[in-house]
């Protein structure tokens, strides 16, 4: 059964850090670039950051750049996304994905997990 668990969300306040992890199970990992997408309410999910199958290239937006890192743990088939200097327009439910495009596209979705940051 393929997994995507995401934890490590919670209220902080503004200025606050908060480390996310997303642990994958039922595929191989390696395969699969895993990003990390978050939706506000009343706003569309967006794209936050994502790191590719290798490791060595990755992704963020401009909203969350110099705050935001995203690495990988092989060995536990983990993502995290470390995050630092949390604003109030941070705060959304973040969701892991991991995708590949060959040999046939393919993604799954974790269920979430809620970032409240304060004023």
């Known amino acids: 059964e393929v997994q995507l668990v995401e934890s490590g969300g919670g209220l902080v306040q503004a200025g606050g850090s908060l480390r996310l992890s997303c642990a994958a199970s039922?595929?191989?990992?390696?395969?699969?670039?895993i990003g990390w997408f978050r939706q506000a309410p009343g706003k569309e999910r967006e794209g936050v950051s994502c790191?590719?199958?290798?490791?060595?290239?990755?992704y963020y937006a401009d909203s969350v750049k110099g705050r935001f890192t995203i690495s990988s743990d092989k060995a536990k088939n983990t993502v995290y996304l470390q995050m630092n200097s949390l604003k109030p327009e941070d705060t959304a439910v973040y969701y892991c994905?991991?995708?590949?495009?060959?040999?046939?596209?393919?993604?799954?979705w974790g269920q979430g997990t809620q970032v409240t940051v304060s004023s």
């Open positions: 994905n991991a995708n590949r495009f060959f040999p046939k596209l393919t993604d799954y």
């Open positions: 790191i590719g199958s290798s490791d060595i290239s990755t």
């Open positions: 039922g595929f191989t990992f390696d395969d699969y670039a």
